[in-house]
């Protein structure tokens, strides 16, 4: 094969230690290459030093693969030395496969040098720095909200060992009615009259059911857990207002009852993206800014939205051979940009627009209700849409304009769609179908049982 690049340089990433081999011209033989191996050490100092003996060799081009975070300095340390002249593709290990023959360090770095050099090797998207601060905290985020939910199923287990059934009566445990009513408990009152007492809102209207459930065998050692894990809860919250006021918002434009907010935050550079995206059914602003923090907002690096699709797995799979189609999952992908644009997927289904009538056609056409995976396939495929919609509408920076919920029946002919209806009524039932207008007033629905005729003849 062709060498596209002259001086290039393969890396094999471990926690301890890189193993790096640069391929470069053999300045006696022109037709040869020249290969020279090493090994560093990951402190930093060491990543410089090897950074700096690429610069010296005159390497131009570095691929290492994306093991977990211990790439990540070791990129840093490659910018820094190398500056722009020197390209450092990130690959996916998946793309690479194993090395032939016995596999070791050095020769996974010297494969990797050789497939770099003959152009097999692509990068994967690596967005800039300010993006990646906001992508950090958005799955942090994440990561608190969803040790927050664990904390409170085993706050929920502890209230069911103590036969305290307060979850069946209150729609939110946690609520303002809820906490004051775990507060007590933990602080010794054990009347149920008094618990049931705290309750507020509508809530009151179920005092006698709260009185119920809340004449369990409460004990003091019940109560220090709960207390653990309210605590817990509480440092959650905080953490979780902390990170939001990191991200910030996209501000908040003036109406007629609300004063005009400015943007603030990490996200702040981007409200005018936010907005965009915001006016997409089914994704709000928290979405938006998930969405920017793991694809950026420059799609000038995927060439084509279904090139963006493919990236974060939300394209079907191909398994083809000998022209059979075979049944193939789809690929891993970004599973962060699939849980959030299934979330909103979901939340667009229940919406009259052009994609919530799409979720409902395909939860037809994959089995209803009848199908309890219908819902997950339809989920999916809208989430494929939306991905689709969000590269269009940050390409173009145009708004989205829906389409409608008839979108799918409106372009329907009236005659072919009667036509087949009533083919599909004579096969059923046998039987010959005619179409009759009604003059003056249709008949009353219940003319077809007789039972008209038969308060006309009484």
Request: glycine share 8%.
């Amino acid at each position: 094969m062709d060498i596209l690049y002259s001086h290039v340089a393969g890396i094999d990433v471990h926690k301890k230690q890189v193993t790096v081999t640069a391929r470069t011209p053999d300045p006696r033989r022109p037709v040869a290459r020249k290969e020279k191996t090493r090994t560093f050490r990951t402190f930093y100092a060491d990543l410089l030093a090897m950074a700096s003996w690429l610069v010296e060799l005159g390497v131009t081009r570095v691929a290492m693969e994306s093991t977990g975070p211990y790439w990540w300095p070791v990129y840093v340390a490659l910018r820094e030395a190398g500056g722009p002249d020197l390209t450092v593709d990130v690959v996916n290990a998946a793309h690479v496969k194993a090395v032939p023959g016995r596999k070791t360090d050095v020769k996974d770095s010297q494969w990797l040098a050789r497939l770099l050099e003959v152009g097999l090797l692509r990068g994967s998207f690596l967005p800039p720095d300010d993006i990646r601060e906001i992508r950090d905290l958005t799955r942090y985020q994440t990561k608190l909200t969803e040790e927050r939910s664990r904390e409170k199923q085993r706050l929920l287990k502890v209230l069911e060992a103590a036969g305290i059934k307060l979850e069946v009566v209150a729609s939110d445990t946690f609520g303002v009615s809820g906490r004051s009513m775990l507060d007590a408990l933990v602080a010794g009152e054990r009347d149920p009259h008094v618990l049931a007492g705290l309750a507020r809102g509508v809530l009151r209207n179920k005092t006698d059911d709260l009185r119920l459930a809340l004449a369990g065998r409460f004990t003091t050692h019940h109560g220090q857990m709960i207390g653990f894990h309210l605590q817990r809860l509480d440092h959650l919250d905080q953490m979780i207002d902390q990170v939001k006021k990191k991200i910030g918002h996209a501000g908040v434009a003036g109406g007629s009852r609300r004063a005009a907010v400015a943007p603030m935050g990490l996200v702040a550079p981007f409200a005018a993206q936010i907005q965009l995206l915001s006016s997409i059914p089914g994704i709000s602003d928290r979405v938006a800014t998930v969405i920017i923090s793991e694809i950026g907002v420059d799609m000038s690096r995927f060439p084509s939205a279904t090139h963006l699709a493919a990236w974060a797995g939300l394209a079907p799979g191909n398994n083809e051979s000998g022209g059979r189609r075979r049944r193939a999952r789809h690929r891993k992908g970004n599973t962060h940009v699939q849980s959030i644009l299934i979330e909103a997927a979901l939340a667009a289904s229940r919406t009259r627009t052009r994609l919530g009538a799409r979720f409902h056609r395909l939860h037809r056409r994959f089995g209803g209700r009848a199908n309890n995976t219908a819902g997950k396939k339809a989920a999916f495929a809208v989430a494929h849409t939306l991905i689709k919609v969000i590269w269009s509408v940050l390409a173009s920076g145009q708004p989205y304009t829906d389409l409608g919920h008839d979108f799918y029946t409106r372009r329907v002919n009236p005659e072919h769609h009667t036509r087949r209806l009533i083919a599909q009524l004579e096969a059923t039932s046998g039987k010959k179908i005619i179409l009759a207008d009604h003059d003056g007033e249709p008949p009353r629905p219940d003319d077809s049982y007789g039972r008209h005729d038969n308060e006309a003849a009484a």
